[in-house]
């Protein structure tokens, strides 16, 4: 078990462009959260998968951000037409969700963008 | 939503024991208490969780007040890998797809040597 892989862990993109990051679970987790952190502040939920559904997003995720989880295994977030307020570090979790009240989640590394 | 308030920061030296508080007044009956550590440069970890009793595991204990309206971390002996922002988190009972970890602002903890 390697825990939560991120790819890649740092991103510098220009502003208005795409970027894509894609997180791969600890394998055989069939949930998969996507969280974004702004320095100084706690994680804030984006979106959650359950195998390959996407069954909650965040307010917080505009329509510029669209996230995937083809076959329930990895994940990819992408980011259309970056903003400067887009720069944060965008965390991937996974659980296997059979805990109910003990649901334990696992983060990875992160990915870190910063939009110029 | 119930919600919690932790210290923004503390320090600790190193070797002794820390207690983290977290207030959450606004408790349901049905909500844990989950904490969570964020290690600098790396992602959110598990640390403990209870409901009412005091809890112990290899990293930590937690303390559940009487009425459920604080709690507080112990880290028995701390060392400066212990240095780590800690979130304090009410987790609801009934687990269903809107139970989401909220996380707040946290509690930095630096360890002097």
């Known amino acids: 078990d390697t825990g939560v892989s991120q790819d890649p862990r740092h991103k510098i993109t220009k502003r208005g462009q795409n970027v894509t990051f894609r997180c791969d679970p600890i394998?055989?987790?069939?949930?998969l959260y996507w969280y974004r952190q702004t320095l100084g502040q706690g994680p804030e939920f984006l979106t959650y998968?359950?195998?390959?559904?996407?069954?909650?997003k965040s307010r917080l995720l505009s329509d510029r951000f669209s996230a995937e989880r083809p076959k329930g295994s990895f994940s990819t977030l992408e980011i259309q037409r970056t903003e400067q307020g887009d720069s944060a570090m965008y965390l991937c979790?996974?659980?296997?969700?059979?805990?109910?009240?003990?649901?334990?989640?696992?983060f990875g590394s992160g990915t870190q963008l910063s939009v110029l | 939503d119930a919600k919690t308030t932790q210290p923004n920061s503390m320090e600790s030296n190193e070797e002794e024991p820390v207690h983290l508080p977290c207030n959450h007044s606004?408790?349901?009956?049905?909500?844990?208490i989950h904490w969570y550590r964020q290690l600098p440069s790396q992602g959110p970890e598990y640390v403990i969780h209870?409901?009412?009793s005091n809890v112990n595991n290899r990293m930590a204990s937690l303390a559940i007040a009487e009425d459920r309206k604080s709690s507080t971390l112990i880290l028995h002996r701390a060392t400066l890998r212990d240095a780590a922002v800690y979130y304090c988190?009410?987790?609801?009972?009934?687990?269903?797809?809107?139970?989401?970890?909220?996380f707040g602002g946290g509690t930095r903890l630096m360890v002097k040597p």
């Open positions: 209870g409901l009412t």
């Open positions: 998968f359950q195998n390959e559904a996407q069954l909650e």
């Open positions: 606004t408790i349901s009956g049905t909500d844990y």
């Open positions: 394998s055989e987790h069939n949930r």
């Open positions: 979790a996974s659980s296997d969700g059979s805990g109910g009240t003990n649901e334990k989640l696992f």
């Open positions: 988190i009410l987790y609801p009972g009934a687990w269903n797809a809107g139970n989401m970890l909220t």
